[in-house]
C-alpha cells in the first residue's frame, strides 16, 4: 500500500510508503468512508522527526493497493507521537463525500430537473462527476431543499425516492442506481475444504429484532375523500402486514404521515418500503480473510459456514481493509440477505 498526500499548507505532495498500520472502511450504508492510517516519523542525526509538522487537517490523500485506488480522502485528524516502540503520525479522515455531508444545502425548491441535473447542480462545483443509471434517471417534478438538510441528504432523498441508492467511488464519483442484488455471486467465502473458495479466518452471524416492524399504517390525503377530509387533514388511507414477520409470531405496528400517500396504492408502497426499511440490518454476515484479496461492496457472495449451518448468497454492504502487527493483513466483510442489504 502507499499513500499520496496533497499538503494544503506546504503546497506539495508526498507520497508515503512506510506505512505501520492501516484500517480503511468501504461501506455503502455510511455516507463517507473513514480511513485512519499510521506512518514512521524517523529521527535525523540532530534528533528532529523526517516528516514532523508536515500533515495537517484537510489535506487530500489518495490511498493505493497494487490492484488499485482504493480510497480518495480528506484528513479529519493528524495526531503526532513517540514512545519506546518509536515516532509515529497518524492520519485519520474521510472520503470525498464528506465535503457534502460537511455543507448544510442552500434552502431551495428546484422545479422539473432530472436527477442527474440536481446532482450536477448541488456536487459539481466541488468537482464531482455523477453516474447516474439512465433507465432511473427520470425528471422530478418537485424538489424541496430543507433548512438543515446537507447537501448529501438532499441529494440522497431524492436518489432513493427514485429507486435507486447512492455512493462515492474511490476516484470520486457519485453513483446512482440500482443496487446488484442479482447474477451469479462474485466471490465464494467457505470453511467446507471440499468447496474452491476465499478460506475464512473467522466468521459472525448476527440476529436482530428490537427495530423490526409486522404492521404499517399510513396516513395520508386522498383526492377522493376531500368532501369528508380537507386537503389540510390526514386519514388513515392504507394498512400493510408483512405475511412472513406475521407468521413469524411479529405484532409490531407503526403509524407513519406521509404527504405523498395521495392514494391507497401509494399508501400501500410507503407501507412496504418502511417495513423493508426496517428489516435492513436485521440480519448481518461478518467474516475475515486473507487481506491479500481485492473485495468490493455492491456485490454478492456465495457463503457457506458448517459451524452456524450458513448457506447461501448474501450482499456484500461493507468491506474493512485492516494490517497491524496483531492481525497481520486482514479484510473484514460485512454481509446481508439479498434485498434486504441497504
Not at 450504508?29 to 542525526?45: S, T
Request: hydrophobic share 35%.
Amino acid at each position: 500500500m502507499y499513500v499520496e498526500v496533497n499538503s494544503k499548507v506546504n503546497k506539495k505532495t508526498y507520497e508515503i510508503r512506510r506505512i505501520s498500520e492501516y484500517d480503511i472502511e468501504t461501506s455503502l450504508d455510511i455516507p463517507a468512508d473513514h480511513f485512519n492510517i499510521i506512518i514512521e516519523n524517523p529521527i535525523d542525526e540532530k534528533g528532529y522527526g523526517v516528516n514532523a509538522d508536515v500533515f495537517n487537517p484537510n489535506d487530500s490523500l489518495k490511498i493505493s493497493e497494487d490492484y488499485g485506488v482504493i480510497l480518495n480522502g480528506i484528513a479529519d485528524d493528524v495526531d503526532e507521537y513517540w514512545d519506546d516502540n518509536g515516532s509515529k503520525i497518524e492520519i485519520g479522515g474521510r472520503d470525498k463525500s464528506m465535503i457534502l455531508l460537511e455543507n448544510d444545502a442552500e434552502p431551495k425548491t428546484y422545479y422539473k430537473l432530472k436527477l442527474s441535473t440536481f446532482i450536477s447542480k448541488i456536487a459539481g462545483p466541488y468537482g464531482f462527476k455523477a453516474k447516474v443509471n439512465s433507465k432511473h434517471d427520470k425528471v422530478i417534478s418537485k424538489i424541496v431543499v430543507e433548512v438543515g438538510d446537507s447537501e448529501w441528504d438532499a441529494i440522497f432523498r431524492e436518489t432513493k425516492k427514485l429507486g435507486m441508492w447512492l455512493w462515492c467511488t474511490p476516484d470520486g464519483t457519485l453513483v446512482a442506481d440500482v443496487l446488484n442484488y442479482s447474477g451469479s455471486p462474485n466471490y465464494k467465502f467457505s470453511n467446507d475444504l471440499a468447496i474452491d473458495a476465499i478460506r475464512m479466518k473467522r466468521f459472525s452471524k448476527k440476529k436482530r429484532g428490537a427495530d423490526i416492524k409486522s404492521e404499517v399504517w399510513v396516513k395520508g390525503q386522498s383526492g377522493m375523500s376531500y368532501a369528508t377530509y380537507p386537503p389540510s387533514q390526514t386519514r388513515i388511507l392504507s394498512k400493510f402486514k408483512d405475511a412472513a414477520l406475521t407468521t413469524l409470531g411479529y405484532v409490531r405496528r407503526m403509524i407513519i404521515e406521509d404527504g405523498e400517500a395521495k392514494s391507497v396504492s401509494k399508501g400501500q408502497e410507503i407501507a412496504k418500503r418502511h417495513i423493508q426499511e426496517r428489516k435492513r440490518g436485521s440480519f448481518e454476515i461478518e467474516i475475515a480473510i486473507n487481506g491479500k484479496y481485492p473485495i468490493e461492496t455492491n456485490k454478492t457472495a456465495y457463503v457457506k459456514d458448517k459451524v452456524t449451518k450458513t448457506d447461501g448468497v448474501f450482499f456484500i454492504v461493507g468491506v474493512r481493509d485492516k494490517k497491524n502487527t496483531n492481525i497481520g493483513h486482514e479484510k473484514i466483510i460485512r454481509l446481508r440477505p439479498l434485498w434486504e442489504g441497504l
